[in-house]
């Protein structure tokens, strides 16, 4: 049991990485600091969304984006994540 548990965490802290990186991204290419023509970004960009965009679209049917245009759906999954993850270790004693 404790080595699914440890699985299930390790798979929550790369989706962490995944949110935070898929975030860090969206700035970068809205500043002009990334091109979104080069291949690499493109390769990279794709695979973000098409990890995160599943779970992004279910949060955004509950939370619209506020005005401006601000997307809270990265913010809300992971504290979503992070509270999983203590409701994992404080009842599993992991």
Do not use: C, K
């Not at 290419?29 to 969304?49: D, P, T, Y």
């Amino acid at each position: 049991m404790v080595s699914l548990l440890q699985i299930i965490d390790l798979v929550l802290d790369i989706l962490v990485f995944f949110v935070f990186i898929h975030v860090i991204m969206s700035w970068l290419i809205s500043f002009g600091v990334l091109n979104s023509r080069q291949q690499l970004v493109i390769a990279i960009w794709r695979s973000l969304e098409g990890i995160l965009e599943p779970l992004y679209s279910r949060i955004r049917r509950v939370v619209p984006p506020i005005s401006g245009g601000l997307d809270l759906a990265p913010l809300i999954l992971l504290v979503a994540i992070y509270a999983t993850r203590i409701i994992i270790r404080n009842n599993f004693n992991f």
